[in-house]
């Protein structure tokens, strides 16, 4: 396969201790918010049925887009999306603490 027909990342279904994989993201789909939107249906599709959608082999502005918008867990798992040295993608973090907590104070 050559560099242009690489993917962006593959889709795998995980759930019922298996894991299947659902198709590839490819380059023709544009890196906006709009995939992002794309992705975050399948999994809500997915979670509905008791099931969970992941990316393995994401490319790096797909990843730095997932980090961006705060999808990078819910998408990538923690593993596979680590914060950059010296920064956090914990929302609670960023907000000066919990949801819950800021709900409360407000």
Request: proline content about 6%; some cysteine; overall charge positive.
């Amino acid at each position: 396969m050559s560099a242009s027909e690489q993917p962006r990342a593959v889709l795998v279904l995980v759930g019922r201790g298996r894991v299947r994989v659902l198709g590839l993201v490819r380059r023709s789909a544009r890196c906006d918010l709009g995939l992002v939107d794309d992705l975050l249906r399948l999994r809500l599709a997915a979670r509905r049925r008791d099931l969970d959608v992941a990316l393995t082999a994401v490319e790096p502005p797909l990843r730095q887009l997932l980090v961006f918008v705060g999808v990078a867990r819910l998408l990538l798992g923690e593993a596979q999306a680590p914060a950059p040295s010296g920064e956090t993608t914990d929302s609670s973090t960023i907000r000066g603490g919990s949801p819950k907590s800021a709900k409360r104070s407000g």
